[in-house]
């Protein structure tokens, strides 16, 4: 079953690709069939295998003979490797389900916002509604209406946080990192959120340091912002109550 998984992840990760190409150009994500974004010519389905194509082609298109981006191979080989970690952790649950279907989605977001400093509304929304159907689902089978409750208070702190953040930047956050964090609160609640906000501000400094002492970025580039909250997002959804509680009682009592 694991390996099933495992290969599952990686042709769902292909998918993941069509969308991170399409999605900011607005084009259909179903039609035409998938095309080399070089030359634009359509691929056969023997050009199409996950990672194995990219492999046997030595990273080139077959038609054109230029390079296809390393983001291909590494986003399916990522996508398969987080849906077997979520399977061994959770097994075939709901909660496998949720997870999969949220982590695909942010790895859409991060390569898009890599690529074209952009978080599309439409992926927001996705994460946004997978979560209250999770949470709906929740409330059904475990009766957890505190959960809910607490998700709706993680929401509205997350929004208030990064938009007065926003403002006071006068646009330095983007819209789209203001509507990702209040679906992130959604999903973490309070106090949760609040620790995710300042890891990624945490992690986002250490990034932007990072690369502006190579000289990667300069002092007036826009940097994504997007991974860096989607890590602190994570890191937080797993060890954040370790972290809270470590806090608490080494620094409130």
């Known amino acids: ?5 495992f290969v599952s992840g990686i042709i769902i990760g292909s998918f993941l690709n069509v969308c991170v190409h399409r999605i900011p150009k607005q084009e259909s994500i179903i039609f035409p069939r998938s095309y080399c974004p ?3 010519i359509p691929l056969k389905w023997y050009n199409l295998i996950p990672i194995l194509s990219f492999l046997l082609q030595r ?6 003979g230029k390079r296809i981006s390393l983001r291909y191979p590494i ?14 952790h959770y097994g075939l649950s709901l909660n496998f389900i949720f997870y999969a279907y949220l982590f695909s989605l942010f790895g859409i977001i991060i390569f898009i916002d890599l690529e074209n400093l952009l978080i599309p509304n439409i992926l927001v929304l996705l994460v946004l509604l997978g979560s209250i159907i999770f949470s709906i689902l ?3 089978f475990y009766n957890s209406t505190l959960n809910l409750i607490n998700s709706l208070m993680g929401l509205g ?14 646009g330095e956050i983007g819209g789209g990192d203001v509507k990702l964090i209040g679906v992130l609160g959604f999903i973490l609640g309070i106090p949760r959120i609040i620790l995710s906000i300042l890891l990624s501000f945490l992690i986002g400094g250490i990034v932007s340091i990072i690369l502006l002492c190579f000289k990667i970025k300069g002092r007036k580039d826009c940097i994504p912002f997007a991974p860096s909250l989607i890590l602190g997002f994570i890191i937080t959804l797993f060890w954040g109550d370790r972290i809270i509680n470590w806090y608490i009682i080494n620094f409130l009592f």
């Open 138 to 140: 929740n409330l059904l």
């Open 157 to 170: 702190v997350g929004l208030l946080i990064f938009l007065i953040i926003f403002f006071a930047s006068k």
């Open 75 to 88: 986003v399916e080989l990522l996508n398969g490797i987080i849906y077997l970690i979520i399977f061994l």
């Open 38 to 40: 070089k030359c634009e």
């Open 59 to 64: 990273g080139r298109c077959k038609y054109c």
């Open 1 to 5: 079953m694991a390996v099933f998984i």
